[in-house]
């Protein structure tokens, strides 16, 4: 059961698990779909509905995805969709997953940590209750750990401090009401574990990019998004649509900011991983979901170098930085564990950006640049509700 399966992650691993042959259910509310309205911003590539999407699946593949539409943060429903599918394991991507929609304003903040916190708790009793066996695999965030000074080690620490030493939880310092609720989901799903028995999965993960997969290119139809935008679109996504369409990379602060990334492949395949290798009953276990880090700087100069091979002339500007966040800093954070389980990971060569530089180019003609510089400041943040349409 992949919950919030409509959305980028989600709908690439639902496709690649049911290839592998596991039998797939999707559940969504649909919600990302209704950000993209309210907000005016829409993913690059154009997508088709959930509905279609499934219809062309089963047409291209043979294979069929169950779908149950509703809230995981209604337990109700929740309820009858683990106990009809009764899955052997629970796929979490289901959460608001961007830092600035969770700092445009108090709603948004409110939503992000009550949707995230609340529909992962209800996920836990539904395994809790009616699924004791079930292995939970949840989408986490590098960015849970913030920036430290020190390596970042995957889920736990051994610290030694007046002469004894014990193994805890890393030290978490996130950056955004967004990242917060992705520590708290990490301290539940811990204390699940430690209580109930429950086996879970946390996959800390860094920032994705890429539109294709094996099963995504199989048709129009299944393609996957490509967010550009200042709220939901990443700073190499965003980099590639700047490029195409000949506007300066808009460089954040003096650029410094360094973060781990892995491509799309790698991710499906590292929710394969994670299945295929359960954690065993009573299990709290963290992997760090990233192949490589970048600073926002190397991520610039990439694709300055991609661009002239396509022939584009791209130029980059620094902007005053939206977030609150250091801008120059130590980063080392160790992602063994995946890799000690098979992946094999797909780096963030020359093709690839061609890749990802060519799509930005085929769909150039959809680019909004009203949505290219950054609309969302930490320290502007208000209880008003704000609307983010045209607005630089």
Request: glycine share 8%; net charge negative; charged share 20%.
């Amino acid at each position: 059961m992949i919950v919030g399966g409509d959305g980028y992650c989600g709908w690439a691993s639902a496709l690649h698990l049911s290839k592998l042959g596991y039998e797939v259910a999707i559940v969504d509310s649909l919600v990302r779909r209704l950000f993209d309205e309210q907000l005016g911003m829409y993913t690059l590539t154009p997508i088709t509905s959930l509905q279609k999407r499934v219809k062309r699946w089963k047409e291209v593949s043979g294979k069929q995805l169950a779908v149950y539409i509703g809230d995981v943060c209604d337990f109700e429903f929740l309820e009858d969709a683990v106990r009809t599918f009764k899955p052997e394991a629970v796929v979490h991507f289901g959460e608001q997953r961007s830092a600035p929609y969770s700092m445009m304003d108090r709603n948004r903040a409110v939503f992000t940590q009550q949707n995230n916190v609340i529909g992962t708790m209800n996920i836990m009793f539904a395994i809790k209750e009616f699924l004791p066996e079930c292995h939970l695999v949840k989408l986490g965030t590098m960015g849970e750990y913030g920036t430290p000074n020190i390596d970042i080690e995957e889920g736990f620490i051994t610290i030694t401090h007046n002469g004894r030493t014990d193994t805890l939880p890393y030290p978490k310092q996130a950056s955004s009401f967004y990242h917060l609720s992705k520590v708290h989901d990490s301290h539940n799903i811990a204390f699940a574990c430690k209580a109930w028995g429950m086996r879970a999965t946390d996959l800390n993960q860094g920032v994705v990019y890429g539109v294709h997969t094996d099963e995504t290119s199989l048709h129009e139809e299944l393609i996957n998004r490509l967010d550009y935008d200042a709220v939901f679109g990443t700073a190499l996504n965003r980099f590639c649509v700047q490029a195409a369409v000949g506007h300066p990379l808009t460089i954040y602060g003096k650029g410094g900011q360094t973060r781990g990334y892995l491509d799309i492949r790698d991710t499906v395949r590292c929710i394969e991983l994670a299945i295929a290798n359960p954690a065993k009953l009573g299990e709290f276990r963290v992997f760090n979901q990233f192949t490589e880090q970048f600073s926002v700087n190397d991520l610039a100069k990439l694709v300055t170098k991609a661009g002239a091979k396509l022939g584009l002339e791209v130029k980059a500007t620094n902007v005053p930085n939206p977030r609150v966040e250091a801008e120059e800093h130590y980063y080392n954070a160790k992602h063994t564990r995946l890799v000690e389980l098979g992946l094999e990971p797909h780096l963030l060569s020359d093709a690839l950006l061609d890749s990802l530089l060519n799509v930005a180019v085929q769909y150039a003609d959809r680019v909004d640049m009203d949505q290219i510089l950054p609309a969302v400041s930490w320290k502007k943040i208000s209880s008003k509700p704000k609307t983010v349409v045209g607005t630089a």
